[in-house]
T-cell receptor, first 113, second 118 residues
Framework: KAGVTQTPRYLIKTRGQQVTLSCSPI?????VSWYQQTPGQGLQFLFE???????NKGNFPGRFSGRQFSNSRSEMNVSTLELGDSALYLC????????????FGPGTRLTVT | AQSVAQPEDQVNVAEGNPLTVKCTYS??????LFWYVQYPNRGLQFLLK??????LVKGSYGFEAEFNKSQTSFHLKKPSALVSDSALYFC????????????????FGQGTILTVHP
């Protein structure tokens, strides 16, 4: 099976712009989660989607949003980018919400200048 | 609220020696516990999980972890370390208590850099 794919892998944006990141889960996986990884804050949970519904949300401002499509693919959007949004954004998929392990994609490295 | 602590930022061990990476957790209900490894410029790779059952869990690449409910710990171990084990290791917990505000949410520790010296 193909793993979790994320596009693009690298992105450079300027402050105030918006960005959309894409994630394709492993075939058959219906749950997709997003994380932000930075050296200072570590891995922080953004949100989790299952069956096109947001099931959990982390403590991020409303500038961070996401959605899931009927084929389980997911996108996350960050509006009005700030320098502090520079990070590695990781997507993970699992069969369902719950105890099943999550499988991570390689991440999208976002740099905001 | 749930939390995970990895008390050591770095662990250094000689190749061939046993290794332990420590993790303690806090949840209001039943924990689901996980270990992941991250190599440079890569995503996280799943190593092992504890859901229920035997307290000693075996995972990928010869790693194992011991669940200790009384000490709320889930330490990662390997009997004989390899140089190729050098990486960043994350412990994570999900609180699966129904009705809790953290239900299903996965929380990661800050990570421990493991360096295995030849």
């Amino acid at each position: 099976k193909a793993g979790v794919t994320q596009t693009p892998r690298y992105l450079i944006k300027t402050r105030g712009q918006q960005v959309t990141l894409s994630c394709s889960p492993i075939s058959g996986h219906r749950s997709v989660s997003w994380y932000q990884q930075t050296p200072g804050q570590g891995l922080q949970f953004l949100f989790e989607y299952f069956s096109e519904t947001q099931r959990n949300k982390g403590n991020f401002p409303g500038r961070f949003s996401g959605r899931q499509f009927s084929n389980s693919r997911s996108e996350m959007n960050v509006s009005t980018l700030e320098l502090g949004d520079s990070a590695l954004y990781l997507c993970a998929s699992s069969l369902v919400v719950g105890g099943y392990e999550q499988y991570f994609g390689p991440g999208t490295r976002l740099t905001v200048t | 609220a749930q939390s995970v602590a990895q008390p050591e930022d770095q662990v250094n061990v000689a190749e061939g020696n046993p290794l332990t990476v420590k993790c303690t957790y806090s949840v209001s209900g039943n924990p689901y516990l996980f270990w992941y490894v991250q190599y440079p410029n890569r995503g996280l790779q799943f190593l092992l999980k504890y859901i229920t059952g035997d307290n000693l869990v075996k995972g990928s690449y010869g790693f194992e972890a011991e669940f200790n409910k009384s000490q709320t710990s889930f330490h990662l171990k390997k009997p004989s370390a390899l140089v190729s084990d050098s990486a960043l290791y994350f412990c994570a917990v999900r609180d699966m208590s129904a009705g809790g505000t953290s239900y299903g949410k996965l929380t990661f520790g800050q990570g421990t850099i493991l360096t295995v010296h030849p």
